[in-house]
C-alpha cells in the first residue's frame, strides 16, 4: 500500500475569508466549516489565516507591560504575552486586521510526516493546502490527521487498550 499524502487526508472545497469580512462572518464561518481556521484569500493569493485562537484572543484579558524606570531609561518589563500582538486581537474588525500573515501552506502531494513536523515544529493548526500552481485546494488540520492514526491502527471502537486486573 503507497504511503498517504496530505491530498489522501485534506479536507476539500473548504471556504476561505476576504479580506474585509468581518468578525461575524469570520466566526459564522469558521463554525459552518468546522474547522480550526480558514485560509483569508485575495485575488486567488492565500494572504493570511484566521484560526480559532485569533478570535479568542480578542475575548482574552490583556496587561499592560510595567515601565521600569533606570537612570535615564525607561525599560518595558516582559509581561510574557506580546502587548502589541494582544491588543491587534482586541481591536481587529475584519479578517485583514486579525490573520496571522504570512501563511505556511503545504503541497498536496507532501507526505503525513512532513506536514506533522510542520504543525508540530511551527504550532501550526490548520495548514492550507495548495497545488503545483498555489492554488488552494484544501486544509488539513490536526485532527484529519489523527483520523489517520486511527484507521491505521484499527482500534475497535468496543475495545478498550486498558485492562483491569
Known amino acids: 500500500m503507497p504511503e498517504a499524502t496530505v491530498g489522501d487526508i485534506m479536507r476539500r472545497d473548504v471556504p476561505s475569508l476576504a479580506p474585509g469580512d468581518t468578525i461575524g462572518v469570520i466566526a459564522r464561518r469558521l463554525t459552518e466549516a468546522r474547522a480550526p481556521g480558514l485560509p483569508v484569500v485575495e485575488g486567488g493569493v492565500i494572504v493570511g489565516i484566521v484560526t480559532e485562537t485569533d478570535l479568542i484572543a480578542r475575548e ?8 521600569v524606570p533606570f537612570l535615564d531609561a525607561l525599560f518595558v518589563a516582559d509581561g510574557g504575552r506580546d502587548f502589541d500582538e494582544d491588543l491587534r486581537h482586541v481591536f481587529a474588525t475584519t479578517a485583514r486586521e486579525l490573520m496571522t500573515s504570512p501563511v505556511y501552506n503545504i503541497r498536496e502531494t507532501a507526505s503525513i510526516e512532513q506536514i506533522a513536523t510542520l504543525m508540530v515544529d511551527q504550532n501550526v493548526n490548520p495548514v492550507p493546502v495548495v497545488d503545483q500552481s498555489n492554488e488552494l485546494v484544501g486544509l488539513v488540520c490536526r485532527s484529519d490527521i489523527v483520523a489517520l492514526i486511527q484507521r491505521l491502527e484499527a482500534v ?10
Open 156 to 165: 475497535d471502537p468496543g475495545e478498550s487498550p486498558l485492562t483491569v486486573p
Open 60 to 67: 482574552a484579558d490583556i496587561s499592560v507591560p510595567t515601565v
